[in-house]
């Protein structure tokens, strides 16, 4: 699976846009970028991944470069209650059941009032 | 839909004694269930991967015999920590990949482990 890099902790304003950024360089043209985050002292939970094309759901948006060497996931209107770390992944899909997640540090989000 | 469960949330006891926890799909079935470990301020490690119906499979560096897993049915692995130590004390959380869902994992709340 690719590597990710993504900055250590970041600060957002509540009720502004959350930019994450994640850089995976070596990403393969079959591997997905996964997004899931962790709130403290709970389990990770899912938000959203993609391929190559931009993605949107309830939570969030994914924003992919065109040579998808890093993305963004962008969180419209920050909550405090969206402070967490977020985790992005790199591998190929999870097309079964076995497939498991490598973790990496993540971005701590600090959403403040 | 697509609910993890885990149980205990917390637990606290002595050194050299066994603790069990349990991870439920609520409303799924998981033929595939993973234990990860992690420690403060560190990310989740995967343990070990748990196969419903046959053994689990080790990461490197996890004990098979101290970490013991069992995955008796579609929507229950267990994992017990035998003749836990305070080293042990981590947070452990399990996931369930939804065969439905694209195999999204969905992972349960975590149990805090703490062995005095």
């Known amino acids: 699976d690719a590597k990710t890099t993504q900055p250590t902790s970041m600060d957002c304003a509540e009720g502004r846009a959350a930019n994450l950024p994640c850089n995976h360089s070596t990403i393969s043209g079959n591997e997905y970028v996964y997004w899931y985050r962790q709130i403290h002292s709970q389990g990770p939970q899912y938000i959203i991944h993609g391929l190559k094309n931009n993605e949107t759901n309830e939570m969030a948006s994914l924003i992919i470069t065109e040579d998808r060497k890093s993305s963004t996931l962008i969180l419209p209107h920050a909550t405090l209650r969206d402070t967490a770390v977020y985790y992005c992944i790199v591998r190929v899909a999870l097309n079964n059941a076995g497939n498991m997640l490598t973790f990496g540090g993540g971005t701590r989000l600090m959403v403040k009032p | 839909g697509a609910v993890v469960s885990q149980h205990p949330s917390w637990v606290i006891c002595k050194s050299g004694t066994s603790v069990k926890i349990e991870c439920r799909s609520l409303d799924f079935q998981a033929t595939t269930m993973f234990w990860y470990r992690q420690f403060p301020k560190q990310s989740l490690m995967l343990m070990a991967t748990s196969n419903e119906g046959s053994k689990a499979t080790y990461e490197q560096g996890v004990e098979k015999d101290k970490f013991l897993i069992n995955h008796a049915s579609l929507t229950l692995s267990t994992l017990t920590v035998t003749s836990a130590h305070p080293e042990d004390s981590s947070f452990y959380i399990c996931?369930?990949?939804?065969?439905?869902?694209?195999?999204?994992?969905?992972f349960g709340p975590g149990t805090r482990l703490t062995v005095t």
């Open positions: 996931s369930a990949s939804h065969p439905g869902g694209g195999y999204e994992q969905y």
